[in-house]
């Protein structure tokens, strides 16, 4: 093993604020197609169009129940994002994304089930294709993530799990081309690992592995994780 660290280099962020300021920076195209019936709403074509790209919302919510006594606020929205350029607000990310995604939920006093289906995220990372999807699923009592991956040339982050009484988490990552996701990284990285327990007693396993690692100007021939954690246990 061989590691040679040299001074990082200080790189510039973005604050909340500042990304905000960039988004508004130029006039947007606001088009709301509206109908109604007391406190349901149907939207049809909605869209938001910017500098960054275009939102288009579909869908509806309905409230109506609150009129008779207090039932279950619901909606089923369908939003997409159109050809939304990342660069324009993260200098360091000139990527350009396209996703479809729908929620569905209903919400009555502390009882709520949230689902959001990603049906697809395409895009283009420097060149190299950008593709994901996966589903999140929350209750009052429950978490769930089903079938999250998401591939940026030949880099992967697969991830799924659950969490009731006990957690039951898992991810995978094959990265081995690194300089693919950011400028000044390269080098490989493979990890899987899962989180289990309980939220008062968690517990790791994991494993990690580097080979040829660079990042502004640190630089590590090799580098491994071997990680079993428990709580209150190293």
């Known amino acids: 093993q061989n590691n040679r660290a040299a001074p990082a280099k200080a790189t510039p962020t973005n604050p909340p604020e500042s990304l905000v300021q960039t988004a508004l920076a130029k006039p947007s195209h606001i088009s709301i197609n509206v109908q109604g019936n007391k406190l349901a709403l149907q939207l049809s074509d909605s ?11 579909n869908g509806k919510a309905d409230a109506n129940a609150l009129l ?3 039932g279950p606020v619901s909606w089923d ?3 997409v994002l159109q050809n939304i350029t990342l660069e324009k607000l993260l200098p360091q990310w000139p990527a350009v994304i396209n996703a479809n995604a729908v929620s569905q939920g209903q919400w009555q006093d502390d009882k709520y089930t949230i689902a959001v289906n ?12 950008i593709d994901g999807k996966g589903n999140i699923a929350i209750t009052e009592t429950s978490q769930s993530i089903s079938n999250f991956t998401v ?23 094959n990265a081995p081309k690194l300089a693919q996701l950011y400028k000044g990284l390269s080098g ?19 494993t990690a592995e580097g080979k040829y690692l660079k990042f502004d100007g640190n630089k590590f021939d090799t580098a491994t994780l071997n990680a079993n954690i428990q709580k209150n246990v190293l």
């Open 188 to 206: 490989q990285l493979m990890s899987r690992g899962e989180l289990s327990g309980s939220l008062s007693a968690p517990k790791v396993n994991a």
């Open 118 to 129: 990603l049906k697809s995220l395409k895009g283009e990372l420097r060149g190299n294709r």
């Open 47 to 57: 869209s938001v169009e910017s500098h960054l790209g275009k939102l288009v919302i």
């Open 77 to 79: 929205i369908s939003t």
């Open 68 to 70: 008779n006594g207090g």
């Open 151 to 173: 591939n940026i040339g030949d880099n992967a982050l697969r991830v799924t799990g659950t969490r009731q009484d006990n957690i039951d988490l898992n991810w995978n990552i």
